[in-house]
């Protein structure tokens, strides 16, 4: 069946009396083995995310399975470290097993040998994403928000304009821009043009200060979504009569039924809605282990 899909990544497609002491035996163990089953799905979801100005970003990546968190928590105002963006980036382009497979090798920095990042600052610095210090990287060191975006822009081959004029005119809008680098000035021109990020209500871009997890997840879900790392379908959603569980999606009209994920979500307007206000509209899908794990209104 042919398809109109979201992204260039591959997805997958789903077509869904007397008492019996030995018979009440099996019934608990199985309702037991579902409750955990369930409680690890649930689990995945962040409680310390609700209202957070990039909740959304958190969840659509989440879905992704590019950010994780500790237990049910994101820690989003915590500083993103070094390894942390670089193992996001890498898992955002598709590289995981390739970076599980490289830290088998010599690593490439003098301190990230046995590092939990190892493979993946390597094939970050494999990838040309990420340089070191020398022979140093500083795995566990805060990445400034000048860093992030070149860092980020490099990631997905985003080239920066070279037009020094308008490069100047982009960054004008910024108090600090004396501040931003010179190595960076032209990625957080192009990041301020594209919406990917911007700079504070009182007219900062703040390039050296630390970024937060929650601003990592923001500007690498605006950059992936808009390269095409995200979404793996696109349609108008419909809801499975007598289908508990399922959704429809109409693509290129020709319907096509989905599982969805215990946890999955769903927003429109940046808002957390119910799935079945959805109902009738374009939507963006993220699928997670063959379900639907997230779903977005389209043209937001």
Do not use: C
């Not at 260039?8 to 497609?13: E, F, I, M, S």
Request: proline content about 3%; cysteine-free.
């Amino acid at each position: 069946m042919k398809t109109t899909r979201a992204t260039n990544k591959q997805p997958v497609l789903i077509a869904g009396g007397q008492t019996n002491p030995s018979l009440l035996a099996f019934m608990l163990t199985f309702i037991i083995i579902f409750a955990l089953s369930f409680e690890h799905v649930f689990a995945l979801g962040f409680s310390d995310t609700e209202g957070n100005f990039a909740e959304m970003e958190i969840s659509m990546l989440r879905a992704k399975g590019i950010v994780n968190g500790d237990g049910t928590n994101f820690f989003p105002g915590k500083h993103v470290t070094r390894a942390e963006f670089a193992k996001m980036l890498v898992v955002a382009l598709g590289y995981e097993a390739d970076a599980e497979e490289i830290k088998n090798y010599p690593a490439v920095f003098s301190d990230i040998n046995g590092h939990w990042a190892e493979g993946f600052i390597t094939e970050a610095w494999e990838l040309g994403i990420a340089g070191g210090e020398g022979t140093r990287f500083f795995p566990d060191r805060s990445i400034n928000r000048a860093e992030m975006v070149t860092m980020l822009f490099r990631a997905f081959r985003i080239a920066a304009d070279s037009n020094a004029e308008k490069n100047r005119q982009m960054l004008a809008k910024f108090k600090d821009r004396a501040d931003i680098p010179s190595w960076a000035a032209s990625y957080v021109a192009m990041a301020s043009e594209k919406g990917i990020t911007s700079g504070t209500p009182e007219g900062l871009f703040e390039p050296l200060r630390p970024a937060s997890r929650a601003e990592a997840a923001k500007v690498l879900a605006a950059a992936a979504a808009q390269q095409g790392y995200i979404y793996d379908y696109i349609g108008i959603l419909g809801m499975s009569d007598g289908k508990p569980g399922e959704i429809s999606l109409a693509i290129d009209g020709v319907s096509v039924d989905f599982q969805l994920s215990a946890d999955a979500e769903a927003y429109k307007n940046r808002e957390k809605v119910e799935i079945k206000d959805l109902k009738g509209r374009k939507v963006y899908i993220v699928l997670k282990d063959e379900k639907v794990a997230f779903i977005k209104e389209a043209g937001e």
